[in-house]
């Protein structure tokens, strides 16, 4: 079942604090995971991982250098949940 | 030039006893032991023969926040925790990062996630493998975590030599000072092995003991009725410092490190060499490296891991080396009441030799009830024993799989 935006970004922010303590209220649309989040590649790929886990979808490794911002990923997961 | 000389600033530890040095010292003046039941699943499903093990008092999840539980391997958990308390206990010095170093061994190193992320792949596949999974399960984890820590730059090392880790950590940590690389070097050992897995190995050796009917009377190192060590796990960990350099910013000095004497048996991978031969080597390297003689010996913490073959080889080995006047040395044997931390061993127990010095005190074993004949020492049971008042200096053992010997030297300053 497709979730809303704000679910997922909702969803997003518990993965990100899990793996980084960011505080979730911090994990915003418009943040950058790089710039803003300081979120290396490697804490990168197991966010991405958890995503798929909890969102049910497949996020290919091609598709993650274009996921830059938060809202980026959140669009990317609503779209391609069945 | 004169040599430099090496001192103890600060200690830090985590262990069966405490989550502290402070409480540690105290579990062992008060004769605690530290044996706690396996979890039931474990006994239950793997069958083990064993069904306990001296396992930490506090969890470091208490201590260290979930993205450090998460990204740091038990292992290098508990190294991170006692190299934190060391340096705080060191009065946080000030330090050129390019002048402060690491030095951190382990026996078996990041066993944990190695297993636990083999089991993550065969059930669930390789996009579930975690990322970090390699820089978590080397053994140099520790050594590496605690240099981000600390911004430690002049170098971060790892000592591997089973049992014999952690003792040799810290001669690494004493050469580094000694040979104008570092000012200040955070060293020690850590051991994260209580895993089914390594347990399984142990078990299987008849290393360890099976008394799981009085799990506290378990360890009893040169009693009779000793059979076998008891797992243990944790890190101790102590700040060395350049004398002057800890005398300029007036920070406590609780002994002198004064050498590390070292060898090998080349007799066999596991067994003791029974003379004794290769480990009275290494006692008498370090008594003689540290410019003393015998009689400057009032104290062994020895290695004493409650193995029937192996206490009496270090007995052996002690005789051989000191011969007569090995009868003015008392021995202290502390794991009766730790337990056995493999790879933090040899650090734990040289903190225990710091102390010892520094307060004049050897400490009583516990569950010696029936002393073994063949063990000719004078082994420190009931109350604890006073040492002598003038310049003292005590003799600390480690021993490891492999055939690897590592005596230390601590002294009164």
């Known amino acids: 079942m497709a979730q809303s935006e704000q679910e ?11 793996e ?63 | 030039m004169t040599e430099r000389r090496v001192v103890v600033t600060g200690l830090g530890a985590t262990t069966p006893l405490g989550g502290t040095i402070a409480e540690t010292w105290e579990g062992i003046l008060a004769g605690r032991s530290g044996a706690k ?101 080397m053994p140099n984890t520790s050594a590496g975590n605690v240099s981000l820590q600390l911004g ?14 952690g003792a040799e950590s810290m001669g690494t940590g004493f050469d580094m000072i000694r040979g104008g690389r570092a000012d200040i070097v955070v060293a020690g050992g850590t051991e994260a092995a209580i895993h089914p897995l390594p347990f399984a190995g142990f078990a299987q050796m008849q290393a360890l003991s099976t008394r799981n009917d009085d799990i506290d009377a378990a360890s009893r190192p040169y009693d009779t009725g000793r059979d076998g060590f008891v797992m243990a796990e944790g890190a101790g960990v102590m700040v060395l410092e350049e004398y002057e350099h800890a005398k300029a910013r007036g920070a406590r000095i609780y002994a002198e490190f004064a050498s ?34 015998n009689a400057d010996i009032v104290h062994i913490n020895a290695h004493a891991t409650s193995t029937p073959v192996g206490d009496i080889a270090e007995a052996n080995a002690i005789r051989r080396a000191f011969g007569a006047d090995a009868d003015a040395m008392c021995v202290s044997a502390t794991k009766s009441m730790t337990g056995h931390l493999l790879g933090a061993a040899g650090a734990l127990e040289g903190l225990f030799s710091v102390l010892s010095v520094h307060h004049r005190l050897a400490p009583a074993a516990i569950n010696i009830d029936d ?31 492999g055939g690897h010997n590592v005596a230390l030297v601590v002294k009164s300053v």
């Open chain 1, 8 to 18: 997922i970004l909702a969803g997003l922010a518990e993965i990100v604090n899990e």
């Open chain 1, 20 to 82: 980084t303590g960011l505080e979730p209220s911090e994990v915003q649309s418009d943040k950058s995971f790089t710039d803003d989040l300081d979120i290396d590649s490697l804490s990168m790929m197991t966010i991405v991982v958890n995503a798929e886990e909890k969102f049910g979808v497949r996020i290919p490794d091609d598709e993650v250098k274009n996921l830059s911002t938060v809202g980026d990923a959140v669009g990317f997961i609503a779209k391609n949940q069945a």
């Open chain 2, 37 to 137: 039941p396996l979890p039931e699943e474990w006994v239950e499903r793997y069958e083990l023969p064993v069904h306990f093990a001296c396992t930490l008092a506090q969890k470091p999840d208490e201590v260290l926040t979930k993205v450090e539980i998460r990204r740091m391997d038990p292992s290098a958990q508990y190294a991170v925790i006692a190299a934190r308390a060391a340096m705080e206990d060191a009065g946080s010095p000030e330090i050129d990062p390019l002048r402060l170093g690491v030095a951190i061994g382990t026996g078996i190193g990041g066993v944990w996630t190695l297993l636990d992320q083999w089991d993550i792949l065969r059930e669930k596949g390789v996009r579930r493998v975690f990322p970090l999974s390699v820089p978590m399960l």
């Open chain 2, 152 to 165: 430690a730059r002049a170098g971060a090392h790892t000592t591997v030599s089973a049992c014999a880790s």
């Open chain 2, 260 to 293: 590390i004497g070292m060898s090998a048996d080349s007799h066999h991978i596991t067994a003791p060499e029974p003379e004794g031969a290769g480990a009275s080597r290494a006692m008498l390297e370090a008594v003689e490296r540290a410019g003393l003689s």
């Open chain 2, 371 to 401: 002393p073994d004949p063949k063990i000719d020492l004078d082994v420190v049971t009931g109350d604890h024993r006073t040492l002598p008042d003038g310049d003292i200096a005590a003799l600390n053992n480690s021993f490891g799989f």
